[in-house]
T-cell receptor
Framework: GQNIDQPTEMTATEGAIVQINCTYQ??????LFWYQQHAGEAPTFLSY??LDGLEEKGRFSSFLSRSKGYSYLLLKELQMKDSASYLC??????????WGAGTKLIIKP | GAGVSQSPRYKVAKRGQDVALRCDPI?????LFWYQQALGQGPEFLTY????????KSGLPSDRFFAERPEGSVSTLKIQRTQQEDSAVYLC??????????????FGPGTRLTVL
């Protein structure tokens, strides 16, 4: 079966760093996506990893280990506007996105 | 703007009523996806179009759900005889082309359907 696991909720402090983990088991792998979703809004694209390693984009970085079925999203210099849900999604062998339930990130001053 | 738009943004229906949800994808995007998102969950795939062809409808939960994209641009998701369990946010997304590993999907704002 297909399974994507990520923590339900995390809390962090403004200005700090937070790491959101995602583990997966899917039928085939054509890449891993991270999306950000503010409450009541559409998901917006953050990052894409298909090869092992770290992809850095400003304050956000995403890491992938295909052999371990593991990824993380690293957010640095947290801002209040980063309070949102962060969704991990795998593109399977049919090029279909399989989504995790999302991690709700709460930023405190 | 040039993003994906959906209408209506909010829909309240009485149980048993039929509803139609509209999606206008980004111009030129070949692929169009419909997802259902329950509160506190990630999106669940419903169906996929490549131009006007519905290539995958494996995620449609029952035969009460029907989607079309007759001219390869605007798409409509229709739900017949709505039930309370149909209450969710229905998201539409478009992308340039499926079958490519790097294929960012652009999402519309969603339609929040509440069935009473």
């Amino acid at each position: 079966g297909q399974n994507i696991d990520q923590p339900t909720e995390m809390t962090a402090t403004e200005g700090a760093i937070v790491q959101i983990n995602c583990t997966y088991q899917t039928s085939g792998f054509n890449g891993l996506f991270w999306y950000q979703q503010h409450a009541g809004e559409a998901p917006t694209f953050l990052s894409y990893n298909v090869l092992d390693g770290l992809e850095e984009k400003g304050r956000f970085s995403s890491f992938l280990s295909r052999s371990k079925g593991y990824s993380y999203l690293l957010l640095k210099e947290l801002q209040m506007k980063d309070s949102a849900s962060y969704l991990c999604a795998i593109m399977d062998s049919n090029y279909q996105l399989i989504w995790g339930a999302g991690t709700k990130l709460i930023i405190k001053p | 703007g040039a993003g994906v738009s959906q209408s209506p943004r909010y829909k309240v229906a009485k149980r048993g009523q039929d509803v139609a949800l509209r999606c206008d994808p980004i111009s030129g995007h070949v692929s169009l996806f419909w997802y259902q998102q329950a509160l506190g969950q990630g999106p669940e795939f419903l169906t996929y179009f490549q131009n006007e062809a519905q290539l995958d409808k494996s995620g449609l939960p029952s035969d009460r759900f029907f989607a079309e994209r007759p001219e390869g641009s605007v798409s409509t998701l229709k739900i017949q005889r709505t039930q309370q369990e149909d209450s969710a946010v229905y998201l539409c997304a478009s992308s340039l082309e499926r079958g490519r590993a790097y294929n960012e999907q652009f999402f519309g704002p969603g339609t929040r359907l509440t069935v009473l």
